[in-house]
Every structure is written in structure tokens, then in C-alpha cells.
């Protein structure tokens, strides 16, 4: 813990070397009291990055995988004049807490049950949590930083997508960044204030996805309050004890009225299936080795992650100073990326999500890092780490419209005019990766500090721009909404195969999910032989030789059973 300590503590020459120039171009100037070029170039470029967000708001594709939950349950919630409990398809859904329900639910009563509703929070949570970077700098004194940690947060593939899918990772990452954040302002101010918001926050964090809300923040302040335990005695803490309760006030009570009320099915598949489980043993086959989060930081956070490894080398190999106006955070938000990196590493479920609670840490890192100066090495690997992206992206955006008609031919399905907009959608992502990459590696070359941060923003903002326009391009391809538009009107529905529970927010009633079991599926047609079954291509085959009518909305069917002649 000394070595930590002596990392905690950065030098002021270090300081010196990172991003004095974003004071004087970036920040609004105080001499001449207006808003600087910089600042206006790194506002156009956020403002071009998520441009196609106005697609996902003007022609929205479907919900997909867990946003249906968070789009539906809230309509239950209403429907049954219950707030405590969450619904899905007439059923309790005790699998998470119920903060984003109520989030959606609220966006719902603003625009509509709509997949615009869905997604706005998330939309919401991602900016916020730029601007709380922002404003986190400034209150320290790295102003500079703070902002280049919002634009490096903003600006990456990652953000991008979950910013716009309706599911509460991004409202998760936010609740966890402010409480980390106000958990550290509250030592370096030593402000009981920002101690107990910062115990609020994670305690909401609880309430939009269980442990992980608590667990992430907690991890992360513990070394502040073990070395100001040293310092002022038992004070750090006791801090730590007043957190903990707080966070537990504002989480517990939903909790004990649910586990009162529900019994031991609620404790059963929330804390066992979905907490225990899920870290012993991979679920619906979401597997990794020990370093797929690996790759993951480096695709998805691309093209700052090209100088992340130097970031956290230079972080944690820090000259000691001692504690007061010189104290830099900055090897606390390594320990802050790699606690969430490494413990989700360790845990046997993995997706790639599921470490994003670490960009706001890993943005920090990289603003710094990004306006430092490149040793020779460092512009080595750097342009070695930017151009495997751009060859995997390349690569990608050829094979992606052949694999897709590839598909459909093995089968037996024809194509339907889809063509075009797969490889609108491959150019797009190839496209945007191949610019940032030839923009970062201009970087590598660039000797003035404040040309090589814009020339990172500009190649980011790229990327978030072509990754946005792919995304929703390959989402319309997947035509979940018009195949649910039209299954919906049938007076009997249900749903075949695998990953169909995105439909029941479509439906707007209760509908049978079969599941891959043709047994239930001839049971279901013999009480209702006119119904409409919606089904992925790949369970439509076996459908087809039967002599069933399919009828294929990209990779979504209707199937209807023939009329007996």
C-alpha cells in the first residue's frame, strides 16, 4: 500500500507534461471572454461524431436483445398499477432491480412507448457522464483534462452503441463515475457532502443492476480511505463506514419490500442465478479466456487506446509527492480501470459491455496521455495497435455482405434487395475504422501537443460517426420492426426458436414464446392452427419442408402453418 500511496501522489513535473495547452485553447478564456477555437472545433467534431443518432430517432430499428425488457416491463408496471415488482409477458421478472424501468417509464410518459423512449436514458447517461468528467476536472484545478476526458469518453465506439441501445449499462457507468468521482472529491476537500452523495449515486447504482453498482465504487475509493485512515487516523475509515450506509439506504429498502413481498423466488434468481451464477459459471454461452477484455478495450475504445498502455505506465510509475495542492487521482483511475477489467475477468460470464463502468477511468488516462509527448517506442507500438483495427475493419466490411448472402443462400432463402444496405453498412464501420486509423497515425508524427489532441478528437469523431451509421444500418437489415408490425396483426401469435423476446413489446399483449421445442410448437398449432409465428431464419428451414408459408423480413420470418386442402 506504500507503493500505492507513492503512486497516488504524481509530481508536478509530470503534471507539466501532460495537457497545460487545453487551458489556454480549449477552455473558455477568461481574457477575452468569449468561447475559444478550440473549445468550437472539439464541439463541431462531438456535434459530427453522433450526427446519426438523428437516424435512430427519425427511423429507429427494432429493440434487440435486453432492451425489449426495459421497453415492456414499464408497460406492465402502468398496466398493473404496480411499481414494486417488475412484469415481463404477464411473468415476474426478478432478474434486476428496477431503476431503469422506472427511467423508461418516465421517457415513455414524455415521447410514447416507442424505442426512441427506450433508449433515451441511456442517450442521456452517456452525455452526462461526459459533462461529469468535465466538471471534475475543473473542481480539482485540470480543467484541461477534464475536458479531453469528456470528448475521449464521448467519442469511441463503445459509448457510441450504448448510448443509443435502451439497456442500463450506460446508466450504470454514469452512477458508478459519480460516485467514484464525488468519493474522491470528498477526501481531497474533505467534504462530508460529497461522502454521502457519493454513497447516494452508488446506492442507485445498485438499483439499476444489483452488485456491480456498489461493488465497482467501492473498490476503487477503498485506497483513498486506507490512506487517509493513515493520515488522519481512523477518519478515512469511518468514511468508508458512513459510504457503505448510505449507499445501503438507498438500496435496501426496495430489496426488503420485494424479498417480503415475493418470498424466495425473488432471492433464488436475483442473487443466486443472477449474481452467483453468473460469476461461477458462463451463461447462455457468453464464455473468454482470462484476457478478452483485452482486445475488447482496445477495438472499443479505439482510437485513444492506441497510447493506453503508456497511460497507465506513466500513471502508476508517478514521483512521489506528498499529499496537498500537487495530488493527482491520476494512478487512482488506473487502480479504478483495472479493478473493473480485472474483476470481470475473473468472472466466467463475459460480453464486452460489461466493462464500461471503466471508460470514464480509461478516458481520464488517455486525455492525459494524448498530449504528452511520444517517445519513439511509444509511436512504435502506438501505430502497431492503430493499424490491427484498421486491417480486422477492412477485412470486415468485405466479408460481412458475403457472409450475410451466404447465409441466406445455405438457408434457402433468396435475397430481397438487402444487399445494398449491408455494404452500406461494412463501408460505413470499415470505412470510419480505416480514417481514424490514418488520423491517429498522423498523430503519432505530430510534435505541438494541441494539434496532436485534435487530430485524435477529429479521427474519434470519425469513428463514432461511421460506427453509428453501421450500427444502424445493419440493425434495419436485421427488419425486426417491420416483420413485428406485420406478425402483430394476426389475432393468434407466438414466437418460435431462440432470442424472440424482443417481439412482446411489439405485441402489446402476452405472447407464447416456444422456444426451440417443436413438440410445444405442433401442441400450440393444434388449438390454434391459423395463428402467426415469428421465428429467426435459421429455425425457419425445417418449417419450410413441411410446407409451411414463410415469409422473411431480413433475418426475421413469419410463418404461418398451410390450410388443409
Request: charged share 15%; glycine share 10%.
Amino acid at each position: 500500500m506504500a507503493a500505492f500511496k507513492d503512486a497516488c501522489s504524481n509530481s508536478v513535473t509530470c503534471r507539466q507534461n501532460s495537457a497545460i495547452f487545453l487551458a489556454d485553447h480549449l477552455l473558455p478564456g477568461e481574457r477575452d471572454g468569449g468561447m475559444s477555437k478550440g473549445l468550437t472545433i472539439l464541439l463541431v467534431a462531438g456535434l459530427i461524431g453522433w450526427a446519426p443518432v438523428i437516424l435512430f430517432f427519425a427511423d429507429p430499428p427494432a429493440l434487440t436483445g435486453d432492451e425489449a425488457y426495459y421497453a415492456r416491463v414499464p408497460v406492465e408496471m402502468r398496466e398493473r398499477e404496480d411499481w414494486l415488482v417488475p412484469y415481463f409477458n404477464g411473468e415476474p421478472r426478478y432478474k434486476k432491480p428496477p431503476l431503469m424501468y422506472w427511467l423508461v417509464a418516465s421517457s415513455q410518459w414524455l415521447l410514447g412507448e416507442n424505442e426512441v423512449a427506450t433508449r433515451l436514458p441511456s442517450l442521456a447517461a452517456v452525455g452526462l457522464t461526459g459533462l461529469l468528467l468535465w466538471w471534475f476536472g475543473r473542481r480539482i484545478g485540470e480543467g484541461n483534462v477534464g475536458l479531453g476526458a469528456a470528448f475521449a469518453f464521448w467519442l469511441n465506439p463503445m459509448s457510441a452503441f450504448l448510448g443509443n441501445w435502451g439497456a442500463p449499462e450506460a446508466v450504470l457507468g454514469f452512477f458508478v463515475a459519480a460516485s467514484i468521482l464525488l468519493g474522491f472529491l470528498s477526501r481531497r476537500e474533505k467534504n462530508g457532502g460529497w461522502l454521502v452523495l457519493s454513497g447516494v449515486a452508488a446506492g442507485l447504482g445498485v438499483l439499476t443492476k444489483g452488485a456491480p453498482g456498489i461493488t465497482f465504487p467501492f473498490l476503487a475509493l477503498f485506497p483513498v480511505w486506507l490512506i487517509g485512515g493513515r493520515e488522519d487516523g481512523f477518519k478515512g475509515m469511518r468514511d468508508g463506514v458512513v459510504w457503505l450506509l448510505t449507499c445501503c439506504l438507498v438500496a435496501v429498502l426496495w430489496f426488503l419490500a420485494v424479498g417480503m413481498r415475493e418470498g424466495e423466488a425473488f432471492w433464488r434468481v436475483l442473487l443466486w442465478r443472477e449474481h452467483f451464477h453468473r460469476v461461477t459459471s458462463p451463461m447462455e454461452g457468453h464464455r473468454g479466456p482470462l484476457w478478452f477484455y483485452l482486445p475488447v478495450l482496445w477495438f472499443l475504445f479505439f482510437p485513444w487506446s492506441i497510447r493506453l498502455p503508456s497511460a497507465f505506465f506513466k500513471s502508476v510509475t508517478a514521483v512521489r509527492q506528498p499529499l496537498g495542492s500537487s495530488f493527482t487521482f491520476d494512478p487512482l483511475f488506473v487502480w479504478w480501470a483495472i479493478s473493473v477489467v480485472g474483476l470481470f475477468s475473473l468472472v466466467a460470464t463475459k460480453l464486452p459491455h460489461y466493462i464500461f463502468p471503466a471508460f470514464p477511468a480509461v478516458a481520464w488516462l488517455c486525455a492525459q496521455q494524448w498530449q504528452r509527448d511520444w517517445e519513439r517506442s511509444e509511436k512504435i507500438g502506438s501505430a502497431l495497435l492503430a493499424l490491427v483495427p484498421v486491417g480486422v475493419a477492412l477485412y470486415g466490411s468485405v466479408k460481412l455482405p458475403q457472409a450475410y448472402m451466404e447465409t441466406l443462400a445455405k438457408l434457402g432463402f433468396e435475397p430481397q434487395g438487402e444487399l445494398g444496405l449491408v455494404q452500406h453498412a461494412g463501408v460505413a464501420l470499415g470505412g470510419s475504422i480505416l480514417l481514424a486509423g490514418m488520423g491517429a497515425l498522423v498523430a503519432l508524427v505530430e510534435r505541438q501537443g494541441e494539434r496532436r489532441f485534435l487530430l485524435g478528437v477529429g479521427s474519434a469523431a470519425i469513428c463514432t460517426f461511421g460506427i453509428l451509421l453501421g450500427v444502424h444500418s445493419a440493425l434495419k437489415v436485421m427488419g425486426g420492426r417491420e416483420a413485428a408490425i406485420e406478425w402483430r396483426r394476426s389475432p393468434v401469435i407466438a414466437t418460435f426458436g431462440s432470442d424472440t423476446h424482443w417481439a412482446v413489446f411489439y405485441a402489446d399483449r402476452p405472447v407464447p414464446l416456444l422456444g426451440r421445442d417443436r413438440r410445444r410448437l405442433k401442441a400450440f398449432l393444434t388449438k390454434h392452427p391459423q395463428a402467426a409465428i415469428l421465428l429467426r431464419v435459421d429455425f425457419a428451414p425445417p418449417l419450410r419442408e413441411e410446407g409451411w408459408t414463410i415469409k422473411r423480413y431480413g433475418i426475421w420470418c413469419i410463418a404461418r402453418k398451410p390450410f388443409p386442402q
